[in-house]
């Protein structure tokens, strides 16, 4: 399909949204745990927030800021094209935050264009608790030359493929984890509940979120690399390359690329069967 050339406006770049506040509980954390099939028990009591739990306080300022960029008539062509997570430290019950998103940059590309959004959540007292790069695509639009920033990168090297992965963790995604985990996460999107409205969207059926997919690849490499201590977690990253769907297996493959001050950096990718649904997968752990 030949691209359209869309104007995006680049005076919509470096706006903080407005404030959103998130109070943590105990039985948020616990109830994303449970939609999202994590076994780890601190995650499961609600003691400490999974890694990408993250995404619940800033979920309703995260897509702001695409509005100030990109014509709204585009937005059906619109999908999530990454997601990095910078941690500072974990999320805990009775933590108040308060979250912020803002647009930094758009390039077109060949096969459609992305907007990066820059996400932040503090402590009520201004702490900086973690930082996330959001990359929306848009399908078959053409914005033109690149303007503003990147999200940092985090590609995956073909030649980690010629050798065997570390470790190896899998899921299986439920046929109701969609159900479970549209309210955990605070995601109503009809393309994971609704058949008929997934099936007028060109689909085969309803998909899962792609969240839900990082989630389970988290816990699975934290479980395989950082002892399941999610407080080691520094930085995690991925592409979604690849529809999941409900009833589908998921095997993450890991890589260790290397150390430096004390911190080991993995490369990953999620599977089902020969495709990748997760690439470009970046992981840095504290030792």
Request: charged share 25%.
């Amino acid at each position: 399909m030949t691209s359209t050339s869309v104007e995006f406006d680049k005076s919509g770049l470096d706006n903080w949204s407005d404030e959103e506040p998130f109070e943590v509980t105990r039985e948020r954390i616990a109830e994303y745990a449970a939609a999202t099939n994590d076994p780890i028990p601190a995650h499961v009591k609600g003691d400490v927030a999974p890694p990408i739990f993250a995404i619940v306080p800033v979920f309703d300022a995260m897509m702001v800021p695409v509005i100030d960029v990109a014509p709204m008539n585009i937005f059906g062509r619109v999908v999530h094209g990454e997601q990095d997570f910078h941690f500072h430290r974990p999320i805990r019950p009775g933590d108040k935050l308060v979250s912020r998103a803002k647009a930094i940059g758009f390039e077109g590309k060949d096969n459609g264009s992305t907007i990066t959004i820059l996400i932040e959540s503090r402590a009520e007292d201004g702490e900086l608790v973690n930082e996330q790069y959001l990359t929306a695509f848009f399908r078959n639009v053409d914005a033109g030359e690149q303007v503003g920033d990147h999200a940092p990168a985090h590609r995956f090297d073909p030649a980690l493929l010629e050798q065997d992965p570390l470790a190896a963790a899998t899921a299986h995604v439920d046929d109701d984890q969609t159900f479970r985990y549209s309210p955990a996460s605070g995601d109503p999107v009809p393309l994971h509940l609704d058949e008929q409205v997934a099936k007028d969207a060109g689909l085969p059926g309803i998909i899962a979120h792609g969240l839900c997919t990082m989630a389970m690849s988290s816990w699975g490499l934290l479980n395989a690399v950082a002892g399941s201590d999610v407080a080691r977690l520094q930085r995690y990253a991925v592409r979604f390359s690849k529809l999941v769907f409900p009833g589908d297996d998921l095997t993450t493959q890991i890589w260790k690329v290397g150390s430096v001050n004390g911190v080991t950096t993995y490369a990953f990718r999620t599977v089902r069967g020969e495709d990748t649904v997760l690439s470009d997968g970046l992981a840095e752990i504290a030792d």
